[in-house]
């Protein structure tokens, strides 16, 4: 494990592991009704493996955006990572449809999430121009 697998501890700027990642995989099990990990990735083009548990089916569209597989089968994820390795045409033709996909999938345009999110970057912009600098995404 340890010559493949880096544990990073928190990072606070994840965009540089999304754009450096071949794949994504999140194998919840359980309590994780929104993995904000799954539409961060799909944003940057990653497709993304992980189980039908809570909305992980609203982000992640097997075998369109990625692949979903049980929960708890080690046998199935395992066979998903292999075919992704396996297939680069596949992983990227998935990460593509990813892309900013997974958001609107998610939060539609004119839903209260989507406004929300509009409001805050209007409301940041408008800081951004009184003070000089940006405040902190909410």
């Given at each position: 494990v340890d010559r493949?697998?880096?544990?990073l501890g928190a990072i606070a700027d994840v965009l540089p592991l999304y754009h450096?990642?071949?794949?994504?995989v999140f194998p919840s099990v359980g309590g994780?009704?929104?993995?904000?990990?799954?539409?961060?990735?799909?944003m940057c083009g990653v497709p993304a493996i992980c189980t039908p548990i809570g909305a992980t089916?609203?982000?992640?569209?097997?075998?369109?955006?990625g692949?979903?597989?049980?929960a708890?089968?080690?046998?199935?994820?395992?066979?998903?990572?292999?075919?992704?390795?396996d297939d680069p045409a596949e992983r990227q033709r998935r990460g593509s449809a990813a892309g900013l996909g997974s958001w609107r999938r998610v939060f539609p345009p004119g839903s209260s999430r989507q406004s929300?999110?509009?409001?805050n970057s209007k409301k940041r912009r408008n800081e951004a121009s009184r003070t000089g600098s940006m405040p902190p995404a909410m």
């Open positions: 493949r697998i880096r544990f450096a990642a071949d794949v994504v994780d009704s929104m993995p904000a990990a799954l539409i961060e990735s799909g089916t609203d982000v992640v569209l097997d075998a369109k955006t692949t979903s597989v049980p708890g089968d080690v046998d199935a994820l395992a066979a998903a990572l292999g075919e992704m390795r929300l999110a509009s409001g």
